[in-house]
């Protein structure tokens, strides 16, 4: 379990962490290597689930070694599968993380949502449902496993 603080507020507890493959972990299929152990240590606390539209090769070579479950998407259909997993493991128990417009259905529900501005950009209307929004995914990660981070920003 993953704890988010927020003071004057009762802490925040999540059990899984979604997060979107194309855009949001990856930047032109490409993962940054602090991403990949960030997300092995998150993998010690919580179950994370990498969700892509991706070819299966090309993305299981770029999240080796990752300690993450890969949910392999449908075009045309991703918005709801991602939506249907997040509702089948408990939105009010994850995290979600996106960077497009198929994410907005997924952060409406998720207990807490991050939003990444990457090189690809984002939809303004994720970062309006977005708790959060960060320019790379590698900060992101950083916000979940560093709490004084948390105060800084969700402090009153």
């Not at 930047?27 to 994370?48: G, Q, V």
């Not at 690809?120 to 560093?146: C, P």
């Amino acid at each position: 379990m993953i704890t988010i603080l927020r003071p004057g507020q009762e802490p925040l507890e999540f059990d899984f962490i979604l997060i979107d493959f194309e855009g949001t972990l990856a930047s032109d299929r490409r993962i940054h290597p602090k991403a990949k152990d960030k997300i092995n240590l998150l993998s010690k606390r919580t179950k994370i689930y990498i969700l892509t539209k991706g070819e299966k090769e090309r993305v299981e070579e770029a999240l080796r070694r990752v300690k993450a479950e890969i949910i392999y998407l449908r075009e045309g259909e991703a918005s709801k599968q991602k939506l249907d997993l997040l509702l089948n493991v408990g939105a009010s128990r994850a995290v979600v993380v996106g960077n497009g417009i198929d994410d907005v259905p997924l952060m409406k529900e998720a207990g807490f949502r991050m939003a990444i501005i990457g090189k690809e950009g984002t939809s303004i209307e994720l970062i309006q449902t977005a708790d959060i929004v960060f320019t790379n995914i590698v900060d992101a990660l950083d916000f979940l496993l560093k709490p004084l981070r948390q105060k800084a920003t969700l402090g009153l």
